[in-house]
């Protein structure tokens, strides 16, 4: 028709520069030579409907976009355009994972699509991984007669693959990924129009692509900043190890999103490593574990001072297999670096399995390499603290012990006060800090005593009235000796004030009810208790019921009530756990 129209045209001589219009595409109109050739007509057309089905998907790029910003849906919808316009029964788009080295399957539409998500493809493997690895795009009508072809997925998913055409995903040099269509509809193949369609296409995608992972992996940067100054923060709020500890192991694995970690310290002397930290599944069975030095991948890190990165922790030969056998978890991956200040190797941090199948890269080698150099120091310091801490109380309990050789009849006296404070202290879900308060009023208590006649003290039988008013006085002899001890003056007024009762009638300052310290009402109760439970020059130890019964008594008068109730409670299950310990043995 078109040459017959074309030839009655030449007969009537119109002038040969005269156009007809053939086409519009947006506010663009497209003429073709009335005189050209019928295949240059055709071809004109051909032209105008790339051009519009070209402008149909820029145009659904834009609206997409502008709606969303979630990569994966506007991925899916550009693929399902991608399907639409060039006639194909399924089709994938497969990012690049330039950690494991692989493509990972973002987008998939078509039947069996579905199943896709669980299947990574090698660089280099089957049609996609040849595409993604060389940079070109690539036709194939037959997969059968192409040597490149992989059947494996396609038989996985019994989805039968008859022709693919495959097209990568570029940023200037950098190859992203690829775009891969299935099966042209009924028996057809794709061709070279598909192909420039597709081409024409994906350097917008590739553009959205690039601008997205550069999005995420500003924020992952952000975040990452922000967990490297919330642990440095964190660190220097606290000097108790153990809770240092499970802050750093958790900022870790929040940090690089890791399913499970752990903390490992070096024992120099035994040259073994324990477990200081351990989350995941069953990690409590881990906390008796030793691991040699040069064993497993925590034992390597420490031998070879630096870090690893394990994507195939099973297959390794330094794995410690023994870790996944006592808690059922199996580790996957590893990321593992040493925790070393400036002149020591102290430990090994590591945090197991990416979350969401991803993998560990370079990037978080570096992440967890900053955050232990910052927990190092942080537990040195803790380490340092907890040191001075504990000589300055073994110096203390060494000047409460040399008191108590004044007074044979109590010695030891203060440690079970302490004990039993503690027991009450517990059941109160006293802080750690609280607690460590407590236990020094506990051994302090009756420091006071220094300054009282060894006589006195010492003398087997009943006190006179007036050795009673000397006793007395220990308490302030106590609150003046601590006095001088600036570390220890926060526990003054409990020690001062512990023999103070609830009702008032107490020594030295008659104080009532809720005006006496709290510690010192702990103590009244504990130190009364300790007095009836433990043999004197004058009598026997009082039975345990006998003991009980008689701070139940002394509730409201001697004791603060609610205090009494909780020193019943807790001194029951105490001495329940203590009788069933002395049977077994």
Not at 313 to 336: G, W
Not at 443 to 472: C, F, N, Q, W
Not at 541 to 559: D, H, S, Y
Request: proline fraction near 3%.
């Amino acid at each position: 028709m078109a040459k017959k129209a074309l030839k009655k045209a030449a007969k009537k001589k119109k002038p040969a520069n005269k156009n007809i219009k053939i086409g519009k595409i947006g506010i663009l109109e497209v003429f073709e030579d009335e005189n050209a050739p019928a295949s240059a007509a055709e071809q004109y057309r051909l032209k105008v409907e790339k051009l519009e089905k070209e402008v149909l998907i820029l145009r659904e790029i834009a609206e997409v976009t502008n709606k969303d910003f979630s990569l994966d849906k506007i991925l899916e919808r550009f693929l399902e355009l991608l399907m639409d316009t060039i006639c194909a029964d399924a089709g994938s788009l497969l990012l690049v994972d330039k950690a494991s080295d692989t493509l990972t399957f973002t987008a998939a539409l078509g039947k069996k699509a579905g199943k896709l998500k669980d299947y990574k493809l090698k660089m280099g493997e089957g049609i996609a991984g040849w595409v993604a690895q060389s940079g070109k795009a690539i036709i194939t009508p037959d997969v059968k007669k192409d040597i490149r072809f992989s059947p494996t997925i396609s038989r996985a998913i019994k989805y039968a693959t008859r022709n693919i055409l495959c097209v990568p995903l570029k940023f200037e040099h950098d190859i992203l990924g690829v775009v891969e269509l299935l099966n042209k509809h009924g028996n057809g193949a794709f061709d070279e129009n598909d192909l420039a369609i597709v081409s024409a296409y994906v350097p917008y995608v590739s553009m959205i692509i690039k601008n997205a992972q550069l999005f995420i992996e500003n924020k992952n940067r952000i975040h990452r900043l922000e967990h490297l100054m919330q642990l440095t923060e964190y660190v220097n709020s606290t000097l108790n190890i153990d809770t240092l500890f499970d802050m750093i192991l958790g900022i870790s694995m929040d940090t690089l999103g890791a399913e499970a970690g752990s903390i490992m310290m070096l024992d120099e002397e035994k040259q073994t490593l324990k477990f200081a930290a351990v989350s995941g599944p069953k990690s409590g069975k881990l906390k008796e574990v030793k691991v040699p030095v040069g064993e497993g991948i925590a034992g390597w890190v420490i031998r070879e001072n630096r870090g690893v990165l394990i994507t195939d922790a099973q297959s390794d030969p330094r794995f410690f297999k023994e870790a996944d056998q006592k808690t059922d978890f199996k580790t996957k991956s590893v990321l593992a670096v040493p925790l070393r200040t400036k002149n020591n190797l102290i430990g090994v941090v590591e945090v197991l399995n990416k979350k969401n199948n991803e993998s560990f890269n370079s990037d978080d080698m570096l992440m967890l390499e900053a955050l232990s150099n910052q927990a190092a120091i942080a537990i040195e310091n803790a380490r340092l603290y907890a040191n001075v801490k504990e000589l300055f109380v073994n110096t203390v309990r060494s000047l409460a012990t040399a008191i108590e050789t004044k007074d044979v009849y109590t010695r030891g006296h203060s440690e079970r006060v302490t004990m039993f404070s503690g027991l009450m202290a517990k059941a109160l879900s006293f802080s750690e800090e609280e607690t460590e308060n407590l236990n020094l009023t506990g051994i302090l208590h009756d420091i006071g005593k220094i300054g009282v006649d060894e006589s006195i003290l010492r003398k087997p039988s009943k006190l006179t009235e007036a050795e009673y008013t000397e006793i007395m006085k220990h308490p302030e002899y106590a609150a003046n000796i601590l006095e001088a001890i600036p570390q220890l003056r926060h526990i003054i007024p409990a020690v001062k004030h512990h023999h103070e009762r609830y009702d008032g009638n107490g020594y030295p300052s008659k104080l009532k009810g809720e005006k006496i310290p709290y510690f010192s009402r702990i103590l009244a109760i504990a130190d009364t208790f300790d007095a009836m439970s433990s043999s004197r020059p004058y009598r026997q130890a009082l039975p345990f019921n006998v003991c009980i019964e008689e701070i139940k008594r002394c509730a409201g008068t001697q004791f603060d009530p609610e205090l009494a109730e909780v020193a019943v409670k807790a001194f029951k299950l105490w001495h329940g756990l203590k009788m069933k310990n002395t049977k077994e043995k």
